[in-house]
Structure formats: C-alpha cells, structure tokens
C-alpha cells in the first residue's frame, strides 16, 4: 500500500537455482532476492516457494475469530492476553487488525514481484515455457485466495459489487514515492480475483501436493468466493467440483491424523510449516506451552461450543479436539472459580513431535465444500431443503455423531443448522466471525453465543448486535497514519 512497501534487495541465496519439490523444502519464511538473481524458470520457482508460499498465513483469521467471537474463553493462565478483543474492543489500533491487513498484502507484493521479475526471465523451450506460465498460476491463486480474505474482513459486505472493498494493488511500486492509495468497490476486486483464477485454470500443471496450489484449490477458492458474493449456483458448482477432488474423510483415525499432520485426509490445501525454522506456532494462539489444561492455556474452548460437542459423546470432534488433561467441571456455573476449575483443553492443533505448538494451517478442506453446497440448497435458484439436510447429514455421520438426517420447515431453520454445523465443523479455522456476518440474520440467531464463564469478569456483554459495525474490521490505523486519502470503515 503506499505502504504495502516491498522490501527489497537481500542477499541471494545460492539454493535459488535449486527447484523444490517437496513442501517440506519450502524455504524459512522472509528470504528475499535481488532483481538480477531471476535469470532462469528454476529461480522464478525457488521465488515462488521461498517468498510466496511462506507468506501464506490464516493465523491472523483463526486468531482474532476465535477471541472475538465465542470459540474460546479466558483460561486459567490468561495474564491479559486479548482481553480488549474478548471484550469487544475492536479499534484501528488493534493488532490483529494491522496483522491481517498486512499479512495478505505482503502475499499479495510477493506475487506482484515474482510477475514483474518473470518477465526478465526468458524460458529455453516449450517445456520450460509451460513451467514458467505454471508458476505463474500457482503465484496468482495465492493472491486471489488473498483479496478474497481481505475483502471479506474489510468490506462492510462483500456480497455487494458496489460496497467499498480494499486497495488494489497489482504492480510493484517505488517505495520511495509516496502516494496516495484509495479502495475500489468489490467489483474492482472480484474482476482481478477472476481474471488471476482464470489464469490459473489455463495454466497449472497436474500437481496434486495439497501443500501446493493445485487445480482442485482453484475450485475451492471459486466455491468461496462465489458464495460470500451470494452466486449461490456457481458457489455449488465448483464445491461439487472441490469436493469430488477431494471427498469427506469418514474414518476417525484418518481425520485425527490430518490435525496431527500424518496424513492429506481431507486437506484441499494447507500451508506447511515444518517443524525446523522459527515459523510461527499456531496452538500459540491459545497456549505458553503445550495444549493441555497444564500447558499455559490462557485460552481455552468456549464453554457453549465444548457444550456443543458434549451432546454428542461418539463425535470423533468431541473425541479429539479436547484434550484428555481437561479438567470438566460440571458444576461450572455455580463454581466462582470456575476459570481454574473448568479448563477446557483446544487439542485441534496438537503439534508436531518436535514442535508442540505447530501444525500445517489447513485453509481449505472437503468439510466446508459440502457444507457451501448445503448453503447453495438453500439460496440457490431451486431451492431444495431436503438437499441441504442430506448435506448436513453428511457431515454428521462422518463425525460420527448417529444424529439423525434433519428436516427443516423453512429456510430459517435449514439456515440455522448450516450456521450450526459451520461452527462446530470449521471452528479454530478462522470462519465463525464472518459466518455470523453472512448468516447468523438469515438464521435467525443473534450471533455470537457465549457463556457467562467465557470472561473472568460476568459484567460484561456475552453478544453484539448483528448490526454492529464491528462485523466489519477497520482499515488499521498504521495504513491511515502513511496512506491518509484512504476511506476508514463505518464506525471507527
């Protein structure tokens, strides 16, 4: 931005004439090269697997979600962490605000440079000329999948081509020229995100590593966008797609050893982080040092989501994503010290052998694809309930949960169980404050669904409005500081 600055000029590393091909080879994150190292087809792929795909990052998402929605509450090891977004108190000084925002537009200034510099790059044959434009692909899918999250944190309604959306930025600027950098409206958006998808689909190769970009992450991404833009029967064509690539893990076993990283299940793409290099932890989220009750849990599983969960005892999510150390007290309202003594362990990301807090960052997986076609069941041109319950249903038994296939009245109540099944399925993945956003009013639900133990403190709201401007994060405050023509969100 004026500021999406592009650092540039950093030593070149000898491994950049090396092509990776293995995830586990992707280089430690913040490497960057000149611009007279990008001489070969090998060196654009070195780029692009050492400075674009280390870029690819929900941590921000799945953080800020989870504390400012009703995923977590304050954990017995809590000495201040995040208690102003707990709270509710979401401003443009706030972190994960400036985070997010500057996360994707970092991602975004990588791809931007890798296009700029692929241009000095001339392929020896035809072959070479395929590998490059594959790149090229693979680069543009990240940067779609990156607009789309910004679009959908930052716009007061991403389904409205003509709401107010983010800067677009598709070049690589001198970054010692200030300027000023204004947001387009959605559209703008949607036109590029399209046009890089699109060049995608003509251009990757037949690459099926789930932690790279493959065909099957571009209809994902496509189902996604489709949907938070309300193109309900484009939205299910391409889950239908996503979902035959890749279909529902129904084993228990299989899908406990996704989150542990020992197998793809049903992973569509996951950003690895190996266990080696100073990559970032995700379990660090919520914890000091291992995610058990004893572990330094400053947060911990939301009391109404465990409640959740707790009503189904064979839910393989039950099973598995709380933690045996946890301490469950179910006499948790009466108890006043019930932040030491109902301590309810998150053991989605139970780390790696020699990393505890780190896992690969699943971004997309076969579990919302079915559940976006349940949705496109409901507010597609044909309507069909009983569709959208079968879908559900899918979901349902292949946790294991012997619920029987629901059926709804009307769409309110089909709605409300998709919103519901979203946020047990997809919790701690980052969706839950924008699945309130789009569904929680369709639903008719008031949202956020917190428990009175949720906080150390019970004075304080338990819920928002769904009108509350803070369903829309503002532009962060170091963006306005250094790019003052930009327009700030409603409210901030």
């Known amino acids: 931005m004026k500021k999406i600055k592009y650092l540039l000029f950093i030593a070149f590393s000898a491994a950049l004439t090396t092509s990776c091909n293995d995830a586990l080879d992707i280089v430690q994150e913040g490497e960057l090269y000149p611009e007279g190292a990008f001489k070969t087809v090998a060196n654009l792929r070195s780029y692009l697997n050492g400075d674009v795909y280390s870029r690819v990052n929900n941590t921000n998402e799945i953080a800020f979600t989870s504390v400012f929605t009703d995923e977590v ?25 400036a985070n997010l925002w500057s996360t994707h537009y970092t991602l975004i200034n990588r791809v931007n440079r890798l296009i700029k510099f692929s241009d000095l790059v001339t392929p020896a044959n035809d072959a070479e000329t395929a590998q490059k434009n594959a790149i090229l692909a693979e680069a543009r899918t990240l940067r779609a999948h990156a607009y789309l999250q910004l679009l959908a944190f930052y716009s007061t309604d991403v389904s409205d081509p003509n709401a107010l959306g983010v800067v677009l930025s598709d070049e690589v600027y001198d970054p010692l020229i200030v300027e000023p950098r204004l947001r387009v409206a959605n559209s703008v958006i949607y036109d590029f995100i399209e046009q890089d998808l699109l060049f995608a689909e003509n251009n990757l190769s037949a690459a099926t590593d789930y932690r790279f970009v493959t065909r099957n992450l571009v209809n994902a991404i496509r189902a996604r966008y489709y949907l938070y833009r309300k193109n309900y029967d484009l939205a299910k064509n391409y889950a239908t797609l996503a979902l035959a690539g890749r279909p529902l893990t129904t084993s228990a076993a299989q899908y406990n050893a996704m989150w542990r990283d020992a197998g793809q299940g049903e992973v569509i793409f996951a950003a690895s982080r190996p266990s080696g ?11 000091f040092n291992t995610t058990t009750a004893t572990g330094g849990a400053f947060h911990d599983m939301g009391r109404n989501l465990f409640n959740l969960y707790a009503q189904n005892p064979t839910d393989v999510r039950y099973l598995t994503w709380i933690d045996a150390t946890s301490t469950v007290n179910s006499n948790y309202l009466a108890d006043i010290n019930y932040v030491e003594t109902d301590v309810l362990a998150i053991d989605k990301y139970p780390g790696k052998t020699a990393q505890p807090l780190r896992n690969d960052l699943k971004l997309y997986r076969s579990s919302e694809m079915a559940l976006i076609i349940a949705e496109c069941e409901v507010g597609g041109s044909t309507p069909n309930l009983a569709a959208a319950a079968a879908r559900v249903q899918s979901i349902r038994q292949a946790r294991g949960t012997g619920q029987t296939t629901p059926a709804y009245a009307n769409a309110q109540a089909a709605w409300a169980d998709i919103l519901l099944e979203r946020r047990k399925e997809l919790a701690f993945e980052g969706h839950r404050y924008i699945d309130i956003k789009r569904l929680a009013a369709l639903a008719g639900v008031q949202g956020i669904d917190r428990n009175i133990t949720d906080d150390a403190l019970q004075n304080v709201p338990l819920t928002l409005p769904l009108s509350d401007h803070r369903f829309t994060m503002p532009i962060p405050q170091a963006e306005v500081a250094g790019n003052v023509t930009i327009q700030q969100n409603p409210g901030y």
Do not use: K, V
């Not at 707990?86 to 994960?96: A, C, D, E, I, V």
């Not at 290099?277 to 914890?287: E, F, Q, V």
């Open 277 to 287: 290099g100073t990559w970032s932890n995700i379990a660090g989220t919520w914890y």
């Open 73 to 97: 509450g304050i954990g017995p090891d809590n000495g201040g962490q995040n208690l102003e977004e707990h709270r509710f108190q979401l401003n443009p000084t706030t972190g994960f605000t």
